[in-house]
């Protein structure tokens, strides 16, 4: 009998917390890293992680990595913003530029006011749309380095693209 009545018991325990948890289906939690959308725009999860995708590329090459143990002196640039967003952070992009490759140890990050330097990091993120029949929306953004020395040869260029998707919405 005490077995009829634990079993019992559990079973409506947990029909109760499972009906409470239905009239909440739609609203989860969310795997940062997933870095979900509903629009097909730039989120801040988004910028910084590809900021940091790009940063990590350049720092992986064979040019960077041949520098060894000299660090050479460079500057990030000011980033242009080239999309039809101009309300994206460029500071934030470049925040994560900077620390990314501060944290690197690879060279010696200079201001860019700074007069004496071996090298300039000039960086542009650039956008193109494209637009479905029914209101689909595909959005490319593409995040570019440019190596530049001194007197101005360009001696690497790394880049990425992200695409976003947003589907038709669907009304009854």
Request: glycine share 6%; proline share 2%; aromatic share 8%.
């Amino acid at each position: 009998m005490k077995k009829i009545l634990l079993f019992t018991l559990s079973f409506t325990l947990i029909a109760c917390s499972n009906s409470h948890l239905g009239g909440q289906s739609r609203v989860a939690i969310l795997d940062d890293s997933s870095r979900a959308h509903l629009q097909a725009e730039l989120t801040m999860a988004d910028y910084t992680a590809f900021a940091e995708k790009v940063t990590n590329k350049m720092l992986r090459s064979r040019l960077v990595q041949s520098w060894g143990k000299k660090r050479p002196r460079l500057i990030v640039g000011r980033l242009v913003n080239n999309t039809d967003n101009e309300s994206i952070r460029m500071q934030d992009i470049y925040d994560r530029i900077t620390e990314t490759i501060l944290s690197s140890g690879l060279v010696r990050l200079m201001d860019p006011s700074a007069t004496s330097f071996d090298y300039v990091v000039k960086t542009e993120l650039s956008s193109t749309r494209q637009y479905g029949n029914n209101g689909e929306e595909l959005a490319y953004y593409k995040l570019e380095f440019k190596l530049f020395k001194i007197d101005g040869e360009m001696v690497g260029q790394w880049s990425d693209v992200l695409p976003l998707g947003k589907a038709s919405r669907r009304f009854l």
